[in-house]
């Protein structure tokens, strides 16, 4: 069985996160007021494994709020079966 684990996530430029790197550990809280960018840390994740936001949809504003020419990256590191790999979009 393959064990997959999210050791990281850098987030640049992702809906209202200008730059975030999250580190996880067996366990990571992740909290907030409303409208802190908990669902926008979720929504980068998604969006790096699947190109779309946690509500499936793949036309959204992934571009932070009134700019424009702004590089959007999400990287993920990830321990799949004691093996790092690094994805990025």
């Given at each position: 069985?393959?064990?997959?684990?999210?050791?990281?996530?850098?987030?640049?430029?992702?809906?209202?996160?200008?730059?975030?790197?999250?580190?996880?550990?067996?366990?990571?809280?992740?909290?907030?007021?409303?409208?802190?960018?908990?669902?926008?840390?979720?929504?980068?994740?998604?969006?790096?494994?699947?190109?779309?936001?946690?509500?499936?949809?793949?036309?959204?504003?992934?571009?932070?709020y009134n700019t424009s020419?702004?590089?959007?990256?999400?990287?993920?590191?990830?321990?799949?079966?004691?093996?790092?790999?690094?994805?990025?979009?």
């Amino acid at each position: 069985m393959k064990t997959v684990i999210l050791k990281k996530l850098q987030i640049s430029n992702f809906k209202g996160i200008s730059s975030l790197e999250v580190t996880f550990s067996n366990l990571t809280k992740i909290s907030g007021a409303n409208a802190t960018g908990k669902t926008s840390i979720f929504d980068a994740y998604i969006w790096l494994l699947f190109g779309k936001n946690s509500e499936d949809q793949k036309d959204f504003g992934v571009k932070p709020y009134n700019t424009s020419n702004v590089e959007v990256s999400v990287t993920g590191y990830l321990d799949i079966n004691g093996s790092e790999v690094k994805l990025k979009r």
